[in-house]
């Protein structure tokens, strides 16, 4: 069974920068979307960005002009860079892949992201 697997968080001083990256462990056919969500203790999970296949992208507002997603199909891998974090990125951060083929949903098991000084 294919699983995600994300790696890149940790523990960052607020205006610091971590890169987020999340592989597939096997082969994901015909995927749509890539994105990652964020969840914060007490709060729902949320949408931090998507790319499509066709390379465009969509920001939460509050992640506009910070954090930047990017993909490598061959390696079905998806990347998040995050600058200038704040303390209120701190969350569980988690990868998401959509298959058209399989029309699933697939997740990875989440890294934390600290901002704190």
């Known amino acids: 069974q294919v699983q995600l697997v994300e790696s890149g968080g940790g523990l960052v001083q607020p205006g610091g920068s971590l890169r987020l990256s999340c592989a597939a462990s096997?082969?994901?056919?015909?995927?749509?979307?890539m994105g990652w969500y964020r969840q914060a203790p007490g709060k729902q999970r949320e949408l931090v960005a998507i790319?499509?296949?066709?390379?465009?992208?969509n920001y939460a507002d509050s992640v506009k002009g910070r954090f930047t997603i990017s993909r490598d199909n061959a390696k079905n891998t998806v990347y998040l860079q995050m600058n200038s974090l704040k303390s209120e990125d701190t969350a569980a951060y988690y990868c998401?892949?959509?298959?058209?083929?399989?029309?699933?949903?697939?997740w990875g098991q989440g890294t934390q992201v600290t901002v704190s000084s």
């Open positions: 998401n892949m959509y298959s058209t083929r399989t029309l699933r949903d697939y």
């Open positions: 096997g082969t994901i056919f015909s995927i749509k979307t």
């Open positions: 790319i499509y296949s066709g390379g465009s992208t």
